[in-house]
């Protein structure tokens, strides 16, 4: 498969954790990066490799694979996490790069 | 300033050309492979071309190929996007993106992007 499949939408309440998944068999044997995307602006790195934080992250972001599947999860989430979230991968021939669709966090 | 300013973009007829250009500043541009990232309106992200560090190297989505080619100039400081036959469906906002790793080949790691320069083919 050449797809990432995500969520289309998250909810969590303040305070909270929340997972945002990511699907898709090249996933197995490439890390994915996650990106956040708040309105009218440019997407961030986030995670990147098996659970690196870019720069100027929170550690309350973190990310983990398990098979096909990858997550990031925000442990105590805050306003300021609302956003639109997207993960990125190789494909399986490694020759391009693959985003889900992404997900849409909304904080209560 | 680390950043990176994209311009180029506008209002073309389907068939159309254009030639978007990003401009790096505050890194040493030719370290990093560089990629373009579009965004159709209320859409998300999709990746549409990746050039490594010294142009040996590109790649690019298979909608986009014979139509869309990347191309860098190190001296410049300078990522292109050359973009010909123009469908509605490249209607998008696009960002120019650098790769975080040194001197290799295009990865899916963007640690910088620019503000990106929007598209709009229409008749």
């Known amino acids: 498969s050449s797809e990432l499949t995500q969520d289309p939408a998250v909810s969590v309440a303040l305070g909270q954790t929340v997972r945002i998944t990511c699907q898709g068999d090249?996933?197995?044997?490439?890390?994915v990066s996650w990106y956040q995307q708040k309105p009218g602006q440019a997407p961030v790195l986030v995670i990147y490799?098996?659970?690196n934080r870019h720069s100027g992250i929170p550690d309350r972001f973190s990310g983990s694979r398990s098979g096909d599947t990858a997550s990031l999860t925000i442990t105590g989430a805050q306003a300021e996490d609302e956003a639109d979230y997207y993960c990125?991968?190789?494909?399986?021939?490694?020759?391009?790069?693959?985003f889900g669709g992404g997900t849409r966090l909304t904080v209560l | 300033e680390v950043q990176l300013v994209e311009s180029g973009g506008g209002l073309v007829q389907p068939g159309g050309s254009l030639r978007l250009s990003c401009t790096a500043s505050?890194?040493?541009?030719?370290?990093?492979?560089m990629h373009w990232v579009r965004q159709a309106p209320g859409k998300g992200l999709e990746w549409v071309s990746g050039?490594?560090?010294?142009?040996?190297?590109?790649t690019s989505v298979d909608f986009v190929k014979g139509r869309f080619t990347i191309s860098r100039d190190n001296a410049k400081n300078s990522l292109y996007l050359h973009m010909n036959s123009l469908r509605t469906e490249d209607t998008a906002l696009y960002f120019c993106?650098?790769?975080?790793?040194?001197?290799?080949?295009?990865?899916?790691?963007?640690?910088?992007w620019g503000q990106g320069t929007m598209v709009t083919v229409s008749s």
């Open positions: 993106a650098k790769d975080i790793v040194i001197a290799s080949r295009p990865s899916n790691i963007f640690d910088l």
């Open positions: 505050g890194f040493t541009f030719d370290d990093y492979a």
């Open positions: 050039i490594s560090y010294n142009s040996d190297y590109v």
């Open positions: 090249s996933l197995r044997n490439y890390y």
């Open positions: 490799g098996k659970d």
């Open positions: 990125s991968s190789r494909d399986s021939s490694a020759h391009y790069v693959l």
